[in-house]
């Protein structure tokens, strides 16, 4: 690979680099899934963003089967998996191993586990922005924490 090609791969590298990497809390998702609030159509603006290729989005693995149970009593089980598809072909699924959750029960985050598993995973996905509605995570979260509308209008989405 002569220099110049090298400079290339590591512009075109740069540029994906520098779209803001968004993640997204368990709680959005359902939001955005049921229409069940007004940040859901915040989040829906996010989604069309990341489509566009103005952002990458991120979900922890384990947010799926907690949306796949939730959505046990609203969809039959063809439309829980589809929803399920849905988000893994819209967002990068950072996956949980047994270090995410060490780190998460030491992390000193919050008391509630799934919450702290939510950062751990966001942090590994070196996110810029954490997206929920819990108002807690926005104290002792490491990473950004905003509301749907206010990432909205952060990034004039």
């Known amino acids: 690979m002569t220099t110049e090609q090298s ?3 590591i512009s075109m590298k740069d540029t994906a680099d520098n779209r803001p990497r968004v ?3 368990t709680n959005i998702l359902l939001d955005y899934v049921l229409f069940r609030n007004d940040e859901s159509l915040a989040a829906e603006y996010i989604f069309d963003a990341s489509l566009d290729c103005k952002l990458d989005l991120f979900i922890a693995a384990h947010s799926l ?4 149970y939730a959505l046990r009593k609203e969809f039959p089980v063809a439309e829980q998996r589809q929803v399920v598809r849905l988000l893994c072909s819209l967002c990068n699924v950072q996956p949980i191993s047994a270090d995410n959750i060490e780190k998460a029960i030491d992390s000193g985050y919050t008391s509630d586990l799934e919450d702290a598993l939510q950062i751990q995973c966001a942090i590994e996905s070196d996110c810029d922005y954490f997206i929920t509605r819990d108002h807690e995570l926005f104290e002792k979260c490491p990473v950004r924490t905003l509301l749907p509308h206010e990432l909205v209008r952060e990034l004039s989405l």
């Not at 089967?65 to 796949?68: D, H």
């Open 65 to 68: 089967t907690n949306i796949f």
């Open 7 to 9: 400079e290339m791969s």
């Open 23 to 25: 993640f997204f809390d």
